[in-house]
């Protein structure tokens, strides 16, 4: 199943803010015009042409053509999703070209996509001049590096996107922390290796060669590969610390909240809902509101009260998605 015109499908406002002369920004506009101001330039090349040389997915999405599979439901249930796809790439910076659905009982165990769909894929590739493939579901490494090579293009898939959104959107330091971390779980099985060449592995420390890895790589002849994966798993293991200890404080002003009896309210729903612009609503807080999914990513509390003069907390939340990526869940 295949149609055109998918920009259209998850099309957003994404004018700026604007306020008068007079009035005095609130914290929301300045980081909805620090945001705008960051947003990425259509039609700029990719980083890497090579994509067998990729190691590090260091997405900059551009040009996209979406990819599904639809197991089960109705059709209209997998357009749904189709088009909630749409919308998250959007918010990443991309321009949606087209958009294939395949039924199947199961993703290919090799290309996602059965193997006729996949080529039929490469053919959408070129029409349109799309440079990355999106694909609505978590991809094994196997097949993401196969689908490239069927395609020619990058291929992210639903995960990563997401991942990639949170990276943009974090603004706290706990949430940069948590967001890096997710980020580096899902990558550290997918990093890609430069081969077993002896040219591209790391002398021990009495190896004497000018090719060595340098001071701290572990044993004679480890590959590239290996210090990657060794130097991401100690980042990780610094992220979950700091984490913690943020986690502490947290758990400290939760308590003082509760020894002192006030009520607390959290708005939760599906994100983009308006939740945000139900807090300043109701209690002039001036956070961030922009028609795009996941704009907020750190919880905002404010205290408020009642129309009888009842004081409680309200607590603006990070929305719901579809396969909202379970490294992000606590």
């Known amino acids: 199943m295949c149609w055109r015109g998918m920009a259209q499908l998850g099309s957003m406002d994404t004018s700026d803010s604007a306020w008068d002369d007079d009035s005095v920004p609130s914290t929301g506009d300045l980081e909805l ?6 947003r990425r330039i259509a039609g700029l090349s990719t980083e890497l042409e090579d994509i067998t040389e990729v190691e590090y997915r260091q997405v900059r999405l551009e040009r996209v053509v979406l990819a599904g599979v639809w197991t089960e439901g109705t059709v209209t249930q997998a357009e749904r999703s189709m088009r909630e796809l749409a919308l998250l790439a959007e918010t990443a910076g991309s321009v949606v070209l087209e958009g294939v659905i395949q039924r199947r009982d ?3 165990p090799a290309t996602y996509l059965g193997s006729g769909k996949a080529q ?6 070129v029409d349109t001049g799309a440079d990355t493939v999106i694909c609505d579901g978590e991809l094994t490494p196997g097949q993401l590096r196969q689908l490239e090579q069927v395609v020619k293009v990058k291929v992210v898939d639903r995960t990563w996107l ?3 959104i949170f990276a943009q959107h974090a603004r706290s330091r706990e949430g940069k ?6 980020q580096m779980q899902y990558l550290l099985p997918r990093l890609r290796g430069w081969g077993e060449s002896l040219s591209r592995q790391g002398g021990g420390a009495g190896g004497g060669g000018s090719g060595g890895g340098g001071v701290g790589t572990r044993g004679p002849g480890e590959t590239k590969i290996e210090t990657d994966r060794r130097r991401i798993r100690a980042q990780m293991t610094k992220l979950r610390r700091q984490i913690a200890e943020m986690a502490k404080a947290r758990s400290t002003q939760r308590a003082s909240r509760h020894r002192s009896g ?3 309210v959290a708005i939760a729903g599906y994100t983009n809902a308006g939740k945000s612009s139900l807090l300043n609503r109701i209690t002039g807080a001036g956070v961030l509101v922009e028609n795009a999914l996941f704009a907020t990513l750190d919880p905002t509390v404010r205290k408020t009260q009642t129309p009888g003069g009842r004081e409680y907390t309200i607590s603006d939340t990070v929305g719901f ?10």
């Open 262 to 264: 006030t009520p607390s």
């Open 177 to 182: 922390a948590q967001v890096s971390l997710a």
């Open 33 to 38: 015009e620090e945001r705008s101001a960051l």
């Open 106 to 108: 199961s993703p290919d």
């Open 321 to 330: 998605v579809r396969h909202l990526p379970h490294q992000l869940v606590e």
């Open 120 to 125: 039929e894929l490469r053919g959408i590739v």
């Open 162 to 164: 997401i991942l990639d």
